[in-house]
């Protein structure tokens, strides 16, 4: 069974720091883009973040550009999202996500290309 778990999330006051994990079980994503989303009550998905299959390719959205770093160890099939100085309206629900396909790397903003999630962990800044 492939599974995505992502772990990390937590509540922490606005500059703070939080680094979220993806571990993928089941299968390997080592050879495929994978991304974070976030979702916050009343508002659709939105990309946070991608990294291609070698870590060489990185895309931020631009609300965290410069507090975010995405990175992956592919020989812990793991995923890593390092959040610094963070904001109020950083508060949501953080998902990964995993392509298990050749995909155009331009389809990596948007959700529906992906085809393996994760449950969400939940992050909240306190102001």
């Known amino acids: 069974q492939v599974q995505l778990v992502e772990s990390g999330g937590g509540l922490v006051q606005a500059g703070g720091s939080l680094r979220l994990s993806c571990a993928a079980s089941?299968?390997?994503?080592?050879?495929?883009?994978m991304g974070w989303f976030r979702q916050a009550p009343g508002k659709e998905r939105e990309f946070v973040a991608a990294?291609?299959?070698?870590?060489?390719?990185?895309n931020y959205a631009d609300s965290v550009k410069g507090r975010f770093t995405i990175s992956r160890d592919n020989a812990k099939n793991t995923m890593y999202l390092q959040m610094n100085s963070l904001k109020p309206e950083d508060t949501a629900v953080y998902y990964c996500?995993?392509?298990?396909?050749?995909?155009?790397?331009?389809?990596?903003?948007?959700?529906?290309?992906?085809?393996?999630w994760g449950q969400g962990t939940q992050v909240t800044v306190s102001s």
């Open positions: 996500a995993a392509h298990s396909r050749p995909v155009d790397y331009s389809g990596i903003y948007s959700p529906s290309t992906y085809d393996f």
């Open positions: 990294i291609s299959w070698r870590g060489v390719n990185k």
């Open positions: 089941g299968r390997t994503f080592n050879n495929y883009a």
